[in-house]
């Protein structure tokens, strides 16, 4: 699906090595989008974007997805207070992900069951164990 926002990259050398944000929505007008703790480095969630709320991410520093659940634009954290202020955006080599760099308002949390980060089960055993993320910090 091309985006109504964002060009489209002329050639595999502008998409790759280009200045120009192109990026490359799938047949649903998506990409994929990887929150990241900013200080931490902590993956918090996996979401999508579409042109509109990738657009906004960057003109607002505030994440936005699309909720493929709700079919519709999802401004993190207005309900709940989670708000993602953004540090910075990265996007891969073919242009059809990206991460966000973020710093959680609110509770500091970003999934909607609770935890800090949406990857709060490890598999463990044959099955899954609910553990949130253990940071090791150097007292160097």
């Known amino acids: 699906m091309t ?15 280009g200045v120009a944000l192109a990026p490359r929505f799938d047949a649903n007008g998506l990409v994929a989008a990887v929150a990241q703790h900013a200080d931490t480095g902590e993956i918090l ?11 906004l991410t960057l003109d607002t520093g505030v994440a936005h997805y699309f909720s493929r659940s709700r079919n519709g634009l999802w401004k993190k ?41 949406c990857f709060y089960r490890v598999w463990e055993n044959g099955q899954l164990v609910e553990r949130e993320e253990e940071h090791v910090h150097d007292h160097a």
């Open 3 to 17: 985006s109504q926002i964002f060009p489209a990259a002329p050639d595999k050398q502008a998409l790759e090595r």
């Open 77 to 117: 954290g207005e309900t709940s207070g989670q708000l993602q202020i953004v540090t910075q955006v990265r996007i891969d080599c073919d242009q059809d992900a990206v991460v966000i760099k973020v710093r959680p308002q609110g509770d500091g949390g970003a999934c909607h069951v609770g935890f800090r980060s």
């Open 45 to 55: 969630m996996l979401a999508w974007m579409n042109d509109e709320a990738l657009k």
